[in-house]
């Protein structure tokens, strides 16, 4: 294992595999030709600070080893879209690789024309800037010092390295990120093992390339693994993947089954962050395993149950918080709790809860706002929403449909589109409790089931064996008004015999399929905020009958029929 701060252009063979790709096989040679090939032209762009964004691994490689070995300190953004170049704009002097915006200096991974190579790949102070979400969301800067990661693949090696030694790691997780530089790039390039260039994006591409360059060692996330079903594995044999890593957060215990039943064994789970570096690893071979904590890392808890920890992979010895809440066990291990701030993970990507309400506060027609995440098989952003006057109306006239998409749109330039909530209630204030908190089980009770099927939860007046009276008062702002009328809301007639028939089921234990329809009339119509009624009734021809009022009066009767 060879230190970072020790790799140099003779530190391999030259004919050393570093990288599998579309385009080929990259060697040892390949790269410090490449590397050699870059330097002189960012010094002749001059500046300290360059943005670094390559697709591709090797060159992703090819350009950090040349701003390293010109003293430069790479900035390395986790995309290359239009909002995070307009934040680089003003910390860079440079940009290197794939910026479509700002006519980048380009890598080149395989030059024809090189002179000599570089003398020395690492200044004693080199490092780089990596990025995570503030509580703001607004992307932040972390200072990685080359000794820090040093430190950190020391740490992976010791656990690790004989399991995967001699593999070949294929990732469905970037480089320009933490765990994907790491796992992908570092660690391997320190190692002497080859890795796959190119970004594998399916479960198709990740079997193929697992046979062909078998044994592999798997770099994924807890999304990618909870969209894989078991037949997408067909043909994978345990002895063709060494491990399967995965990070960015707990995967759920269905997810590391699937895995375990393919190679033999459950996925290695890490847990860490940008900031603080890896703090811990698991395997569940039961559900919600314990996790370990690495060697070297100490953790211990506040008052108010946040993580703390103190570890070789920080820039300095003090302690650092986590962000997340747990529980210290015996013999080295931990329980994870919940997020301790307001920044969630979305499919691995840090997301401010924080910034998503701010932005949909910005709405002429929200009064209040508040933004959970939703655990699932897809974990998403839901948001509870209070209208005032201006809302309603928009919402009425436009629909509710409509209406969410005007909110959807001005979150836009704030998250990324996989961030958008997904979920949307409207309600008429949020819960909290005696002292104003708004109350987080509450908020996710308000999203047990989807907005069709949160209908009134009426009172019953009398029941017997084939009659039940119902009574319920119109919520003036529910979602069942919206869109019919806009001037005028009233209840859908369609919507009156879809509810006769879900109480009659509830109520009076009625089953089946109502085929028709006879004696229908509707004499009112049913406005917001109305007392209704409902009389429900099997009568002896064995026909369903309904009617409603509304403040005294019949709305509509009739009958359903199994003809």
């Known amino acids: ?55 591709n691994t090797f060159e992703f490689s090819v350009g950090l080893w040349a701003l390293w070995a010109c003293a430069k300190t790479p900035w390395v953004p986790p995309s290359n879209g239009a909002a995070t170049v307009q934040l680089l ?20 991974a395989r030059p024809s024309d090189v002179a000599g190579q570089p003398r020395q790949l690492l200044t004693s102070d080199a490092e780089l800037v990596l990025f995570t979400s503030g509580s703001t969301g607004e992307p932040k800067p972390i ?12 740490t992976l090696a010791g656990v690790w390295e004989q399991r995967v030694d001699g593999s070949t790691v294929l990732a469905t997780v970037s480089h320009q990120h933490i765990y994907g530089l790491l796992f992908k790039l570092l660690w391997p390039m320190c190692a002497g093992r080859p890795y796959w260039a190119e970004l594998v994006t399916d479960t198709t591409q990740l079997r193929t390339l697992t046979k062909l360059h078998a044994p592999c060692t798997w770099l994924s996330s807890p999304a990618f693994l909870k969209r894989t079903p078991q037949r997408a594995f067909d043909g994978v044999r345990g002895d063709d993947v060494r491990a399967v890593f995965s990070s960015g957060g707990p995967l759920p215990y269905g997810s590391a089954a699937l895995v375990s039943n393919v190679i033999g064994e459950p996925p ?7 900031e603080t570096g890896g703090i811990g690893y698991r395997q569940q071979h039961s559900a919600n395993a314990p996790w370990l904590i690495f060697p070297g890392v100490e953790i211990a808890v506040s008052g108010d149950d946040v993580m703390m920890v103190r570890s070789p992979h920080l820039d300095d010895r003090g302690w650092q918080a986590s962000g997340d809440r747990g529980e210290l066990l015996e013999e080295g291990r931990f329980q994870l709790g919940a997020r301790a701030d307001r920044v969630v993970k979305i499919e691995e990507k840090r997301i401010s809860l924080t910034s998503i309400e701010t932005a949909i506060l910005r709405h002429t027609g929200v009064a209040a706002c508040r933004c959970i995440l939703l655990p699932g098989r897809r974990d998403v952003v839901a948001a509870a929403v209070v209208l005032n006057t201006a809302g309603y109306r928009a919402m009425h006239a436009s629909g509710q449909a409509a209406f969410v998409s005007s909110l959807r749109r001005g979150l836009r330039d704030v998250v990324e589109s996989g961030a958008l909530p997904r979920r949307w209630r409207f309600v008429d204030a949020l819960p909290s409790n005696d002292m104003g908190k708004l109350i987080h089980t509450d908020i996710a009770r308000l999203f047990d089931s989807k907005p069709a099927d949160r209908h009134p939860v009426p009172r019953v007046d009398s029941i017997n064996e084939n009659a039940v009276e119902l009574s319920f008062v119109l919520d003036a702002n529910g979602w069942f008004f919206a869109g019919h009328f806009p001037d005028a809301p009233v209840l859908p007639g369609a919507l009156q015999l879809l509810w006769a028939i879900r109480f009659a089921r509830q109520h009076l234990g009625v089953d089946g399929q109502w085929n028709g329809l006879e004696a229908i009339k509707f004499s009112s119509v049913i406005r917001p905020g109305d007392v209704v009624g409902l009389h429900l009734s099997m009568t002896a021809a064995g026909k369903l009958a309904f009617r409603y009022t509304a403040n005294g009066r019949t709305s509509s009767a009739g009958r359903f029929t199994r003809d």
């Not at 704009?89 to 006519?103: H, I, Q, T, Y």
Request: glycine fraction near 8%.
């Open 1 to 55: 294992m060879t230190r970072l701060a020790d790799l140099s252009p003779t530190s391999r063979s030259a004919d050393t595999l570093l990288a599998h790709g579309r385009d080929g096989r990259f060697t040892w040679s390949d790269w410090v030709r490449a590397v050699a090939y870059l330097m002189p032209r960012i010094e002749s762009h001059g500046g300290q600070r360059w943005a670094l964004y390559c697709s």
């Open 268 to 274: 290695l789970e890490v847990y860490g962050s940008t």
């Open 143 to 154: 200072r990685k010092s080359v000794a820090q990661l040093d430190a950190e693949i020391a």
């Open 89 to 108: 704009r003003n910390r860079v002097d440079g940009f290197l690789g794939e910026f479509p915006s700002e006519a980048p200096l380009a890598v080149i």
